[in-house]
């Protein structure tokens, strides 16, 4: 299988680190939606990262999907089995993907001309923003996240999410705001698996 988009992506590394996990073995192409947009598109028209084109051929668009089809291919999950377990991993997830789809918006825009930007917007998206990492922080602080030993998708999700906030808006999310989400966090990235799936920074 070959799984295509920069590893600067949250949704990239998450595909990865998750495959890796799951003990399903992932080729990876490290190719820009917006630098290499006609390599991309010829593998996926919709220029998605990221997407996976499995062994049959068949391309794959967006995470949570390609997470599941690596479940279906390893005949496992990484979720709990426990019904609780499963609910409170299942939100934890959900509130660690925002996060990171905020801090994807906060950053695209910051990249349009200040005379297109809409304040109430930006305002609005920072707030979720927060929210978000508060939500995350006392979960991480009542030991409802983790570095193992073994990782749960939450775990996993909220540590890249992380990541990526300081990779890209630092100024947002500053680690002292959120101490117990930033130690979950570096717990996680001192893991092999996240060593091997790091951050793209080009």
């Known amino acids: 299988m070959l799984l295509v988009g920069m590893l600067d992506s949250p949704y990239v590394r998450r595909a990865a680190v998750t495959a890796t996990l799951l003990d399903v073995p992932v080729e990876h192409r490290s190719v820009s939606v917006f630098r290499h947009m ?61 996060a990171a789809d905020k801090a994807v918006a906060i950053e695209y825009e910051r990249k349009r001309p200040e005379a297109q930007r809409y304040a109430p917007w930006q305002e609005r998206i920072v707030t979720q923003l927060h929210t978000a990492l508060d939500l995350l922080d006392a979960a991480a602080k009542e030991g409802a996240l983790s570095a193992g030993p073994e990782l749960l998708p939450c775990d996993i999700a909220a540590a890249i999410a992380w990541g990526f906030c300081r990779f890209v808006i630092p100024d947002v999310a500053p680690a002292e705001r959120w101490p117990a989400l930033a130690a979950q966090a570096a717990a996680c990235e001192a893991l092999e698996v996240f060593k091997t799936w790091p951050i793209d920074r080009e």
């Open 38 to 98: 006609d390599e991309f598109r010829a593998i996926n028209p919709l220029i998605k990262a990221p997407s996976l084109v499995t062994d049959a051929g068949t391309v794959i668009s967006e995470s949570l999907l390609i997470i599941q089809h690596f479940e279906d291919v390893a005949g496992r999950s990484l979720r709990p089995v426990e019904s609780a377990a499963r609910e409170r991993d299942l939100a934890l997830t959900g509130i660690a993907i925002v």
